[in-house]
């Protein structure tokens, strides 16, 4: 917990090249949304893939937010075939999320994952990923126009249907809700331990908790980031995980 009472929530980065240096970034509707949704203290968990000891931020975060990104888990992680030529990865970014979010679940950290965060997720606990979601046949257009202004590739796509008793249920009060569709992977094989908390109307899973997470461990395949403040469900959503972290923050003592 920072000295004001927020507490402190860590960011993942990407890595990305700009002219000729390796920065790691993150998008701002990410901190944003742990300022307004959460009402947290975002700090950028830089994706080094270097062996620097988790412990060391661990003991210090309330709570982890995995961020949604261009960039695909190389499928070796989870036994999938060899991506296409020229697929978008960032191996750096899974050498440090996927250790991190065991080591956050394993110690009681509340954890969000977000779109690529959600999909780490479910191969952190032994699931696999469809690369590519419109060949498979069966699945309704889940990728966003790219031409179109962003306010319409985030823009309401599709319904899910909530399970109830979930988390996200718990949340929200209702059995439905509206959300975006941006990304082109998504679950193939559920991780085991994680449990459905939302389903698309074609049966796509598009969130799940980890079942006997000692805290919030939730992820979602859509963007509740975007404009958290002007959409009720996303709003419910970061209020309960920003909720899990002041209640962690709370119990600590440092
Ligand atoms: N690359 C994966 C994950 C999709 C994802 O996280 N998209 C986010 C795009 C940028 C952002 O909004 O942060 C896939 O395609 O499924």
New binding site residues.
């Given amino acids: 917990m920072s000295q004001s009472g927020l507490p402190l929530i860590g960011v993942v980065a990407c890595n990305q090249q700009i002219g000729l240096h390796p920065f790691n970034i993150v ?1 701002e ?2 901190l944003l949304s742990v300022v307004n949704g959460a009402k947290g203290f975002p700090l950028v968990i830089p994706s080094l893939g270097v062996d620097l000891p988790i412990d060391a931020i661990l003991a210090r975060l309330d709570g982890i937010l995995f ?6 888990v190389e499928p070796h992680h989870y036994q999938g075939p060899i991506s296409e030529d020229g697929t ?1 990865h960032d191996p750096k970014r899974d050498a440090t999320t996927l250790p991190l979010i065991k080591a956050a679940i394993d110690a009681g950290i509340p954890v969000f994952g ?4 959600f ?1 780490e997720m479910n191969v952190v606990f032994g699931g696999s990923l469809y690369q590519k ?1 419109h060949d498979v046949g069966k699945y309704i257009e889940h ?1 966003e126009d790219k031409k179109a202004p962003l306010d319409v590739q ?1 823009g309401i796509s599709h319904q899910v249907n909530l399970v109830a008793g979930g988390l996200l249920h718990d949340a929200w009060g209702c059995d439905t809700a509206e959300v975006n569709s ?5 679950v193939e094989r559920l991780g085991e331990g994680l449990q459905p908390e939302a389903f698309a109307p074609d049966g796509l899973v598009e969130a799940f908790s980890v079942k006997d997470a000692k805290n919030f461990a939730l992820g979602v395949q859509w ?1 509740p980031e ?1 404009k958290v403040t002007e959409n009720a469900f996303y709003t419910a959503i970061f209020e309960a995980f920003g909720q899990a972290c002041r209640h962690h923050a709370a119990t600590q003592v440092r």
Avoid: E
Wanted: charged fraction near 10%; glycine fraction near 16%.
């Fill in positions: 998008g509707k990410y961020t949604g990104s261009p960039s695909n978008h977000i779109c690529r965060g999909q979601l990728s985030y941006v990304h082109t992977q998504g963007h975007w």
